[in-house]
């Protein structure tokens, strides 16, 4: 009712609380020196939600009141608010002398409570889901209260130890390869250092036969003999020897050259391969409401509540 400005009237109060009937819970919100109650309805439920896809599977509770109506409709959980505490906190009396608003018939008829339960449990089915974030690249979704700040920074580690792991692989996947390279290198510079040291003996043995050959004809005609002329040939198979061993540490180094062109050929690929993993671009984040199955409600509380009155 209104007064003459046109402003609300506040709701009549009497000193005496009105009688409960049985059958209803009757429950008090605590109030810093409260003087006055109003009644409204209480609700409170512990709320499962579940996402297997997501690997969501957290209990909430949800607690709300809602003013009781004078109207057709004594009861709209639409307007319902965050009640101010949870039901550990509910008193189970009031103050002493305290008044109270007389409240609509309605809310002192135990029969209406079974179905503002039901009402509450729509209510949270259609209303109240659970808001998370989730990141299905890496496989990741909030916790509950957790900001979104903290989870982008979970996701940011998760998505670096996914691409270390990547690249990881990566290398693994190579690794069969550049160790058959490597060993190619390997025995390539082994072939050379052979082939160098053949080379070295060779000319060695070719310079001695040379001496040898040439003191012989300075002995005089008759030291040119069969034997000299043998000297001289053998002399002439080691040169042609020492011309085809230093052919050999050519095409030795040669092979090499192409072993350790493939090597780093090989690693190059790797580097760049392992590059384009690491400049992938973050995970995205989502929003996502997870609603709760009407199973997964579990109603402890519907109860006539006694508000402070501001």
């Given at each position: 009712?209104?007064?003459?400005?046109?402003?609300?009237?506040?709701?009549?109060?009497?000193?005496?609380?009105?009688?409960?009937?049985?059958?209803?819970?009757?429950?008090?919100?605590?109030?810093?020196?409260?003087?006055?109650?109003?009644?409204?309805?209480?609700?409170?439920?512990?709320?499962?939600?579940?996402?297997?896809?997501?690997?969501?599977?957290?209990?909430?509770?949800?607690?709300?009141?809602?003013?009781?109506?004078?109207?057709a409709i004594p009861v709209d959980w639409e307007v319902a608010e965050d009640a101010p505490v949870g039901p550990e906190a509910l008193a189970?009396?009031?103050?002493p002398e305290t008044t109270f608003a007389a409240p609509p018939a309605a809310a002192l008829d135990a029969r209406?409570?079974?179905?503002?339960?039901?009402?509450?449990?729509?209510?949270?089915?259609?209303?109240?889901?659970?808001t998370i974030f989730s990141a299905k690249a890496v496989k990741l979704a909030?916790?509950?209260?957790?900001?979104?700040?903290?989870?982008r920074v979970r996701v940011q580690l998760a998505a670096r130890e996914q691409r270390d792991a990547q690249v990881e692989k990566l290398r693994g996947s190579y690794a069969t390869k550049v160790a058959r390279a490597t060993e190619k290198v390997r025995k390539a510079?082994?072939?050379?250092?052979?082939?160098?040291?053949?080379?070295?003996?060779?000319?060695?043995?070719?310079?001695?036969?040379?001496?040898?050959t040439l003191l012989g004809a300075f002995l005089g005609r008759k030291a040119l003999s069969?034997?000299?002329l043998g000297r001289a040939t053998t002399v002439a198979r080691g040169v042609s020897r020492s011309m085809k061993e230093t052919g050999d540490v050519a095409t030795a180094q040669e092979r090499l050259a192409l072993a350790q062109q493939e090597l780093a050929g090989l690693q190059q690929q790797i580097?760049?391969?392992?590059?384009?993993l690491a400049g992938t671009t973050e995970p995205a984040i989502e929003t996502v409401e997870i609603k709760p199955k009407r199973g997964n409600v579990d109603v402890r509380l519907v109860a006539l509540a006694w508000v402070p009155l501001n």
């Open positions: 009712m209104a007064d003459a400005g046109g402003k609300q009237a506040a709701p009549a109060t009497a000193p005496t609380r009105p009688i409960v009937p049985s059958g209803i819970q009757e429950v008090f919100v605590p109030g810093s020196g409260a003087a006055s109650y109003s009644a409204a309805l209480y609700g409170s439920a512990k709320v499962r939600y579940t996402d297997a896809k997501r690997g969501i599977d957290v209990v909430e509770e949800v607690n709300a009141i809602t003013p009781f109506a004078s109207g189970g009396s009031a103050a209406k409570y079974a179905g503002w339960s039901r009402d509450f449990v729509d209510w949270i089915v259609r209303s109240r889901p659970l909030s916790t509950p209260g957790e900001s979104g700040r903290d989870f510079g082994e072939a050379i250092a052979r082939e160098q040291q053949q080379v070295t003996q060779q000319h060695l043995q070719t310079a001695v036969s040379v001496g040898a069969a034997a000299t580097e760049a391969e392992a590059s384009a």
